[in-house]
Nanobody, 121 residues
Framework: QVQLVESGGGLVQAGGSLRLSCAAS????????MGWFRQAPGKEREFVAG????????NYADSVKGRFIISRDNAKKTVDLQMNSLHPADTAVYYC??????????????WGQGTQVTVSS
């Protein structure tokens, strides 16, 4: 099992950047595929980005491709989401998630509590 804690959310102007970080507990972090999801008010939670266990493979939602970068440090047990060129449409609660299977956009088993990102126009 793994526990996840996100940090780094906040208020930023459109066009700005934020970096989210997720710290994991447990000794087997490197065995988990990691992902970031988000949920805007009145909308369903959606996949944002994922990274494979070793970090060599990533995938992104079309809406963030070219603007967001996911990375991980297995020694530090962290996974980050660098968000650039932010739009008001990126406003949401962002969640870190982990799954024991291969990299994919769904089927995540463990979730953090979320961190709020608000982009002002």
């Amino acid at each position: 099992q793994v526990q996840l804690v996100e940090s780094g959310g906040g208020l930023v102007q459109a066009g700005g950047s934020l970096r989210l970080s997720c710290a994991a507990s447990g000794r087997t972090f490197s065995m988990y595929t990691m992902g970031w999801f988000r949920q805007a008010p009145g909308k369903e939670r959606e996949f944002v980005a994922g990274i494979s266990r070793g970090g060599s493979n990533t995938n992104y939602a079309d809406s963030v491709k070219g603007r967001f970068i996911i990375s991980r440090d297995n020694a530090k047990k962290t996974v980050d989401l660098q968000m650039n060129s932010l739009h008001p449409a990126d406003t949401a609660v962002y969640y870190c998630a982990a799954r024991q299977g291969a990299l994919q956009n769904d089927g995540y088993d463990y979730w953090g509590q979320g961190t709020q990102v608000t982009v002002s126009s």
